[in-house]
């Protein structure tokens, strides 16, 4: 090593060891104060290792997706078994690009004859009428059409029994979200895709780490989308991916996350497949660049570097993660069950074992939500509603190309009587006995001037 690349390190290791101080004084957590300090419902957990990864990428200077990226994605496909796994810079892109990539020209060749169509517009997907937004944008931006199936209060899942009685002569999609870090009833949902001969994708955003029947969410469609959006289980600030399960999506994924392209050249090198100016494509002139080949509707949705290098640290804190955050949920469980008489808990299937992203609480009738709502917030409390609620009452979808299966009571009583709070590592328990302690004020202040609720048991299902 020459004597400039030895002064190099030596600076870099003197600033990175700079940076795990700074940490140390500038980001000390504060005491909780409780009715003073917030418990927020989500929040970034993270020590000087994050911060460190970062600085060094900084350093490095490679600023679009490189070396970080690479290793997060091969811990991730470490992590779910799957076929690929493809970085991008948002759950929200991760959905978009699962979508296209099914609807790509391009995939029908890598597809093979014995796999399943690739998608056409007007073609259906079955998705959960409560659901987050940019779940249902990208089966219209795609021009599919979305219907919607009404899901169960509890599990805050699609109803899995109305599944089959949805699918229609143009139905070729099912596209599910574990809402909420429970995951759906996979059983039923994945033999009526198989039977069915349907395409399966799940939103996996708020569940890495969940499993149904040992298996993790995230391994039962073709693809599923995850987001490092810092509410998530792990972040990178802005960021997401998708698992790659099925076979011949991966080469039209990349693609479609990278402007469209035919080139799989890496960022930085120009002829991997050593033939670079010997393509003939489409009705271009024999020879075109490859690197300006584009054999599909894309988009540039890639992550930077110093993300992936935060996201790199959280990986190795996931597992303790996940445990955190399934203690805070059981003692926030145990701590409710005292006002089951005007609460309705979540509802856990004897087979799967939650990742949760928050603690999902259905007011019985007499209790009014808003006013119990206000009184947590009043304390410091953070709530959150369940997304969009039923998403066909929202003002931007009301005029949608949609079709509804049913009726959807369940999912306009998620819209009325539902909200969450949160279950994230970042809370202590000090924090958690506050919470449980603002509803037993609320239950006790109240109870006289509230209508005697109805009586319910509420069990595992």
Same mark, same amino acid.
Not at 43 to 70: I, K, Q
Not at 357 to 375: K, Q
Not at 404 to 430: C, K, N, Q
């Given at each position: /090593?020459?004597?400039?690349?030895?002064? +190099?390190? +030596?600076?870099? %290791?003197?600033?990175? =060891?700079?940076?795990?101080?700074?940490?140390?004084?500038?980001? %000390?957590?504060?005491?909780?104060?409780?009715? *003073?300090? $917030?418990?927020?419902?989500?929040? @970034?957990?993270?020590? +000087?290792?994050?911060?460190?990864?970062? +600085?060094?990428?900084?350093?490095? &200077?490679?600023?679009?997706? =490189?070396?970080?990226?690479?290793?997060?994605? $091969? @811990?991730?496909?470490? &992590?779910?078994?799957?076929?690929d796994f493809l970085l991008v810079n948002s759950g929200s892109s991760a959905n978009l690009l699962m979508l296209s990539t099914l609807c790509a020209p391009g995939l029908a060749r890598e597809l093979g004859g014995e796999s399943l169509p690739p998608l056409a517009p007007g073609d259906e997907v079955i998705t959960p009428a409560v659901t987050?937004?940019?779940?249902?944008?990208?089966?219209?931006?795609? @021009?599919?059409?979305?219907?919607?199936?009404?899901? %169960?209060?509890?599990?805050?899942?699609?109803?899995?029994?109305?599944?089959?009685?949805? #699918?229609?002569?143009?139905?070729?999609?099912i596209f599910v979200p574990h809402t909420l870090g429970n995951p759906?009833?996979?059983?039923? #949902?994945?033999?009526?895709? $198989?039977?069915r001969g349907l395409w399966l994708l799940e939103d996996g955003?708020?569940?890495?780490?969940?499993?149904?029947?040992? *298996?993790?969410? =995230?391994?039962?469609?073709? /693809?599923?989308?995850?987001? &490092?959006?810092?509410?998530?289980?792990?972040?990178?600030g802005e960021g997401g991916g998708i698992a790659i399960n099925g076979f011949g999506l991966q080469k039209t994924a990349r693609s479609v996350r990278d402007w469209g392209r035919d080139c799989w050249c890496d960022p930085g090198k120009s002829n991997t497949c050593g033939t670079r100016f010997g393509w003939q494509c489409g009705e271009l002139p024999c020879g075109y660049d490859h690197k300006y080949v584009y054999s599909n509707i894309g988009y540039n949705l890639k992550v930077t570097d110093l993300q992936a290098a935060i996201g790199l640290a959280q990986t190795e804190k996931l597992e303790a993660f996940i445990a955190a955050r399934r203690r805070n949920f059981q003692r926030l469980f145990q701590g409710l069950l005292a006002h089951e008489d005007y609460l309705i808990l979540p509802k856990i299937d004897r087979r799967a074992n939650?990742?949760?992203?928050?603690?999902?609480?259905?007011?019985?009738?007499?209790?009014?939500?808003?006013?119990?709502? $206000?009184?947590?917030?009043?304390?410091? #409390?953070?709530t959150r509603l369940v997304? =969009?609620?039923?998403?066909?009452?929202?003002?931007?979808?009301?005029?949608?190309?949609?079709?509804?299966?049913?009726?959807?009571?369940?999912?306009?009583?998620?819209? @009325?009587?539902?909200?969450?709070?949160?279950?994230?590592?970042?809370?202590?328990?000090? /924090?958690?006995?506050?919470v449980l302690d603002t509803f037993r004020d609320f239950f006790a202040v109240g109870r006289k001037q509230r209508s005697e609720p109805t009586q319910q048991v509420v069990t595992l299902i």
């Open positions: /090593m020459d004597p400039h690349t030895n002064k +190099a390190q +030596a600076l870099k %290791e003197q600033i990175l =060891g700079l940076v795990q101080e700074y940490y140390q004084v500038a980001h %000390e957590k504060p005491a909780f104060v409780p009715g *003073q300090s $917030r418990v927020p419902y989500a929040g @970034r957990v993270y020590d +000087a290792r994050e911060m460190t990864l970062l +600085a060094d990428s900084a350093l490095d &200077f490679w600023l679009t997706a =490189g070396p970080y990226a690479d290793r997060f994605e $091969r @811990r991730m496909r470490q &992590f779910f078994g799957c076929r987050f937004p940019t779940t249902v944008a990208p089966i219209l931006q795609n @021009r599919l059409v979305p219907v919607f199936v009404d899901c %169960e209060v509890g599990t805050y899942n699609i109803n899995p029994r109305l599944i089959e009685d949805a #699918i229609g002569p143009r139905t070729r999609a759906c009833d996979m059983e039923i #949902i994945t033999e009526v895709a $198989r039977r955003c708020d569940a890495l780490g969940a499993t149904f029947n040992g *298996q993790l969410a =995230g391994t039962f469609g073709q /693809m599923s989308s995850l987001s &490092f959006y810092p509410a998530h289980h792990i972040t990178m939650p990742s949760p992203f928050a603690f999902p609480i259905t007011v019985r009738p007499g209790v009014d939500r808003n006013r119990l709502v $206000r009184h947590l917030e009043d304390a410091q #409390i953070e997304f =969009g609620g039923n998403i066909v009452r929202q003002p931007g979808f009301l005029n949608i190309e949609k079709r509804v299966h049913g009726d959807l009571t369940a999912s306009d009583t998620i819209m @009325r009587d539902t909200f969450f709070i949160g279950v994230y590592p970042g809370l202590t328990a000090e /924090m958690l006995d506050y």
